[in-house]
């Protein structure tokens, strides 16, 4: 069956073809259906390396409490900047995770010592987002 599929605003047209369910990270998914040997491909000329990106502002954990992501998301806002005083429970970050909106809040009372993300990062779980002091 083909189906089209819109993802961050660009369309794919994808094939899916029959298999069997298999239990993947505990996510089930279907295994292709067995196919036979494909014919040697002429051999493509290899990609130029990607760019290594540049290196994050390194985090000073000395200088206070890191809040860091709870889980991998996309940083939608950031209501705090540096030298700002927070309130336990004030909004710091919102991550937006499973097109669900995340309020990342303050744990304590302080002052933001560093703003590590911004607006449009993309975040694994434990990253680092604010330090308060």
């Not at 069997?20 to 491909?41: G, I, R, T």
């Not at 409490?65 to 927070?86: C, F, H, K, L, S």
């Not at 995770?97 to 990342?104: F, H, R």
């Amino acid at each position: 069956m083909k189906y089209k599929v819109t993802l961050n605003g660009k369309t794919y047209e994808v094939e899916v073809e029959q298999g069997k369910a298999v239990l993947l990270d505990e996510y089930e998914a279907l295994a292709p259906a067995p196919a036979a040997a494909p014919a040697a491909a002429a051999a493509a000329p290899a990609a130029a390396p990607a760019a290594a990106p540049a290196p994050a502002a390194p985090v000073n954990l000395a200088a206070g409490e890191t809040v860091t992501a709870p889980m991998p998301g996309n940083i939608i806002r950031v209501d705090v900047a540096q030298g700002d005083t927070v309130k336990s429970g004030q909004i710091l970050v919102i991550l937006e995770a499973m097109k669900m909106e995340n309020e990342i809040v303050a744990p304590k009372d302080g002052t933001v010592a560093q703003v590590v993300t911004s607006k449009g990062s993309v975040v694994d779980t434990g990253a680092p987002l604010v330090v308060i002091a």
